[in-house]
């Protein structure tokens, strides 16, 4: 079992910052990518960043939020994302999303819970 516990988050007025954590724990032997999801209702899930292994831990961005998001590696196991000059439209349920190798060589790809970020104009 691979859990994905995440912080941070909230409300903040447009132009603001906040910031995401997410760390995973359980019987992981390799991580081959971590990063952050983010879903509107009646919308799917989309990509905001991420850092993969085979990139050689460089981080992917989606572009409506380069330049102004950061995916940062905190250790093995923790990621953050700092989110600054935050706009209406960032507002959304955030997901963490780990994928790699269990302890007994199983691939596994978890989800955090979600976290509420929402930005007011």
């Known amino acids: 079992q691979v859990q994905l516990a995440q912080s941070g988050g909230g409300e903040v007025q447009a132009g603001g910052s906040l910031r995401l954590s997410c760390a995973a724990s359980g019987n992981i032997l390799r991580l081959n990518a971590m990063g952050w999801y983010r879903q509107v209702p009646g919308n799917q899930r989309e990509l905001v960043a991420e850092i993969t292994s085979t990139s050689g831990g460089a981080a992917a961005y989606a572009p409506s939020v380069e330049g102004r998001f950061t995916i940062s590696r905190i250790n093995a196991k923790m990621i953050d994302l700092q989110m600054n000059s935050l706009k209406p439209e960032d507002t959304a349920v955030y997901y963490c999303?780990?994928?790699?190798?269990?302890?007994?060589?199983?691939?596994?790809?978890?989800w955090g819970r979600g976290t509420q970020v929402a930005v007011s104009s």
């Open positions: 999303r780990a994928e790699g190798l269990t302890s007994d060589y199983r691939p596994f790809a978890s």
